[in-house]
């Protein structure tokens, strides 16, 4: 199963070439992976949230441009003890082209003691729902 949401490339996130600029998809990422953790039930107001970005990579399959509407996907593909990876592709909703595909791993982070900490087995059991065998 998978998370969607659906973006529009604004003028701002293109380049000179009306491209929509690499460091963009980074930005739709994080949309995309903060909708997912709020649909599984996590409040990620400033005070509360207890992840940190160990890893983001994103590879650019098609080019994306200003006005093009996007559908973002999002998908687990590993649960850890500490941490989960996600996974999106990066869709032109009018063509279903692939546009890019990103990957990110995401840690449950104790920010008073500063290391890492088991993810909670509620937690599992949500991102268990979006977990994909590629």
Do not use: W
Request: proline share 1%.
């Amino acid at each position: 199963m998978e998370h969607e949401i659906q973006v529009i490339a604004r003028f701002s996130e293109t380049d000179a070439l009306g491209h929509i600029n690499n460091t963009s998809y980074f930005i739709y990422l994080e949309e995309a992976r903060i909708r997912f953790l709020e649909m599984l039930g996590f409040d990620l107001n400033g005070q509360n949230f207890s992840f940190i970005l160990a890893s983001a990579k994103c590879d650019y399959i098609s080019q994306g441009f200003f006005n093009q509407q996007l559908r973002i996907t999002t998908y687990v593909t590993k649960i850890g003890t500490k941490s989960f990876q996600l996974e999106h592709d990066i869709i032109n909703k009018d063509t279903n082209q692939l546009i890019a595909h990103g990957q990110v791993v995401m840690v449950y982070f104790d920010f008073e003691k500063q290391q890492s900490k088991p993810l909670p087995e509620l937690m599992k059991q949500g991102l268990n729902t979006y977990l994909v065998h590629l």
